[in-house]
């Protein structure tokens, strides 16, 4: 498993055409985030070598003492590997931590007791949940970092590499470009699920250091991570009196975690920032961000 920290984060600008005027001044570029920060950027046509197996004297050491962030779908299908609910796997398996730096809730993956704090899903044989590794793991050596938010400016990711010099994987022959790699690690499909997700954390609406009010945390929390007590409040209460959700989609909702986690991220955008992505019935009460 990999080391991977990632900073959640609009745009041009048009002016009228003056005669003899001054040539515009280049945009300010982003700040890079810490994680980028001494890391080799990788750029569209950047390539860089890896392999990891079995037979690399390394293998599995990069599963241990690591900070492993979790993103919604990690939690959700490693509770689903584990015959778990949601709110079982977060309380038994991660860490929330706590940084000046954060403005929102995060979680991480909690390491084993042991003095050598292995992960707790890595056997002799490697990862024992493979196929739903999170995507940090999935990604490395590659690593992601968003800007934080602008107005006007679609956050666009930036990716760089782990140079780690413990990993023997860096001398493989198989050469990759970042495009080739998430393609080969299944990330695209996980990512398309959460891109509502990328769209709460990098909200304008956080642009001069604004913090979310311990309810509005909460409400982040469990639509995020915590989907079965998400589900509990969709299906258990008067949520749909009050709002409008159609017939088939409110079947998807009730069958597929995919699918309501989907539509969380659309109610997180109504009920935290007060955009109009949830149809509110008429006369009903309700409250907005």
């Given at each position: 498993?990999?080391?991977?920290?990632?900073?959640?984060?609009?745009?041009?600008?048009?002016?009228?055409?003056?005669?003899?005027?001054?040539?515009?001044?280049?945009?300010?570029?982003?700040?890079?985030?810490?994680?980028?920060?001494?890391?080799?950027?990788?750029?569209?046509?950047?390539?860089?070598?890896?392999?990891?197996?079995?037979?690399?004297?390394?293998?599995?050491?990069?599963?241990?003492d690591v900070?492993?962030?979790?993103?919604?779908?990690?939690?959700?299908?490693?509770?689903?590997?584990l015959g778990?609910?949601?709110?079982?796997?977060?309380?038994?398996?991660?860490?929330?931590?706590?940084?000046?730096?954060?403005?929102?809730?995060?979680?991480?993956?909690?390491?084993?007791?042991?003095?050598?704090?292995?992960?707790?899903?890595?056997?002799?044989?490697?990862?024992?949940?493979?196929?739903?590794?999170?995507?940090?793991?999935?990604?490395?050596?590659?690593?992601?970092?968003?800007?934080?938010?602008?107005?006007?400016?679609?956050?666009?990711?930036?990716?760089?590499?782990?140079?780690?010099?413990?990993?023997?994987?860096?001398?493989?022959?198989?050469?990759?470009?970042?495009?080739?790699?998430?393609?080969?690690?299944?990330?695209?499909?996980?990512?398309?699920?959460?891109?509502?997700?990328?769209?709460?954390?990098?909200?304008?609406?956080?642009?001069?250091?604004?913090?979310?009010?311990?309810?509005?945390?909460?409400?982040?929390?469990?639509?995020?991570?915590?989907?079965?007590?998400?589900?509990?409040?969709?299906?258990?209460?008067s949520f749909?009196?009050?709002?409008?959700?159609?017939?088939?989609?409110?079947?998807?909702?009730?069958?597929?975690?995919?699918?309501?986690?989907?539509?969380?991220?659309?109610?997180?955008?109504?009920?935290?920032?007060?955009?109009?992505?949830?149809?509110?019935?008429?006369?009903?009460?309700?409250?907005?961000?």
């Amino acid at each position: 498993m990999k080391k991977k920290k990632t900073a959640p984060g609009r745009g041009k600008a048009v002016g009228k055409a003056r005669a003899a005027r001054r040539p515009a001044a280049p945009a300010k570029a982003h700040p890079l985030p810490d994680a980028l920060r001494g890391r080799k950027v990788l750029g569209k046509g950047d390539g860089f070598r890896f392999g990891c197996h079995s037979r690399l004297s390394c293998f599995t050491s990069c599963c241990a003492d690591v900070n492993i962030l979790l993103t919604p779908v990690d939690v959700l299908r490693l509770s689903r590997r584990l015959g778990i609910k949601t709110g079982e796997f977060i309380a038994r398996h991660t860490l929330t931590p706590v940084t000046k730096d954060l403005h929102l809730p995060v979680l991480m993956l909690r390491m084993g007791d042991a003095p050598d704090k292995r992960c707790p899903f890595v056997g002799a044989a490697g990862c024992t949940v493979y196929e739903d590794r999170p995507w940090s793991c999935r990604m490395y050596p590659v690593g992601m970092g968003i800007p934080p938010a602008r107005a006007g400016e679609d956050p666009r990711p930036v990716y760089f590499l782990f140079e780690d010099g413990f990993c023997k994987g860096r001398a493989e022959r198989a050469e990759w470009s970042v495009e080739r790699w998430r393609a080969d690690q299944g990330v695209a499909a996980r990512e398309d699920i959460e891109s509502g997700y990328r769209e709460v954390v990098s909200h304008p609406w956080f642009i001069g250091g604004r913090q979310f009010d311990p309810k509005r945390m909460e409400m982040f929390h469990m639509a995020c991570y915590d989907l079965d007590k998400f589900r509990e409040l969709v299906f258990g209460s008067s949520f749909f009196a009050r709002f409008e959700v159609d017939d088939p989609l409110k079947a998807a909702m009730e069958k597929d975690d995919d699918a309501l986690l989907r539509f969380g991220f659309r109610w997180l955008k109504f009920a935290l920032f007060g955009e109009p992505t949830i149809k509110v019935r008429a006369g009903a009460r309700v409250t907005q961000g």
